[in-house]
């Protein structure tokens, strides 16, 4: 993997993960000392635009947080024992579990994972009751729909996510009428 790097008002840091749409970023892995890293932080916070680039002094392109994200976003920093050196996440709270937004951002360490965790996210957001031997179908609906996004991404996978509701519901009632998803146990259960 690339070394990518950011530069902001004359603070840089290596970036070893983000996740971004177009210009807006969503969420950043970084590393350099603590006083960069603090002022890198406060300046994406206040919406400054940064360079995310393979070269630390040249070249790039420009972003800035995403507005959702400086809304509501936690910042996560721990020293480095050996180096000195800082590393520090900011996670905005959509991509929180326990967020209570329907929109949400979906980040994996691989793409496999996705189908899953996207259920989990899914079925804690909405009212509508989801089983879990649906995630391939409620992941791969979502894709087609166009509610599932793909992010540029670098050290990890990421999808926006922002679910339809009605459309959702209607689907799911198809599916269920037409056999693509099994009817789970418990229902046919309850059903008898």
Same mark, same amino acid.
């Given at each position: 993997?690339?070394?990518? #790097?950011?530069?902001?008002?004359?603070?840089?840091?290596?970036? $070893?993960?983000?996740?971004?749409?177009?210009? $807006?970023?969503?969420?950043?892995?970084?590393?350099?000392?603590?006083?960069?890293? @603090?002022?890198?932080?406060?300046?994406?916070?206040?919406?400054?635009?940064?360079?995310?680039?393979?070269?630390?002094?040249?070249?790039?392109?420009?972003?800035?947080? =995403?507005?959702?994200?400086?809304?509501?976003? @936690?910042? #996560?920093?721990?020293?480095?024992?050996?180096?000195?050196?800082?590393?520090?996440?900011?996670?905005?709270?959509?991509?929180?579990?326990?967020?209570?937004? @329907?929109?949400?951002?979906?980040? %994996?360490?691989?793409? %496999?994972? =996705?189908?899953?965790? #996207?259920?989990?996210?899914?079925?804690?957001?909405? $009212?509508?009751?989801?089983?879990?031997?649906?995630?391939?179908?409620?992941?791969?609906?979502?894709?087609?729909?166009?509610?599932?996004?793909?992010?540029?991404?670098?050290?990890?996978? =990421?999808?926006?996510?922002?679910? $339809?509701?009605? %459309?959702?519901?209607?689907?799911?009632?198809?599916?269920?009428?037409?056999?693509?998803?099994?009817?789970?146990?418990?229902?046919?259960?309850? %059903?008898?």
């Amino acid at each position: 993997m690339e070394t990518m #790097h950011i530069r902001c008002a004359g603070f840089a840091g290596a970036v $070893d993960a983000y996740a971004r749409d177009g210009a $807006d970023l969503w969420f950043i892995s970084m590393i350099s000392n603590q006083q960069s890293i @603090r002022a890198l932080w406060a300046r994406l916070l206040k919406g400054e635009p940064a360079v995310i680039s393979d070269d630390a002094l040249v070249g790039g392109r420009y972003c800035t947080l =995403a507005p959702q994200a400086r809304v509501a976003c @936690r910042f #996560h920093a721990t020293r480095l024992p050996v180096s000195g050196a800082t590393h520090a996440m900011l996670v905005p709270s959509a991509a929180l579990y326990a967020s209570e937004d @329907r929109d949400f951002l979906l980040l %994996a360490r691989a793409e %496999a994972e =996705a189908p899953a965790l #996207h259920y989990r996210f899914l079925s804690r957001r909405i $009212d509508l009751p989801l089983h879990p031997s649906w995630s391939e179908w409620l992941w791969n609906r979502g894709l087609d729909s166009g509610e599932i996004r793909p992010l540029d991404a670098l050290g990890i996978r =990421a999808w926006r996510c922002t679910p $339809d509701l009605d %459309a959702l519901q209607a689907a799911l009632g198809r599916a269920l009428r037409g056999h693509r998803i099994p009817v789970p146990p418990e229902e046919l259960a309850h %059903a008898a």
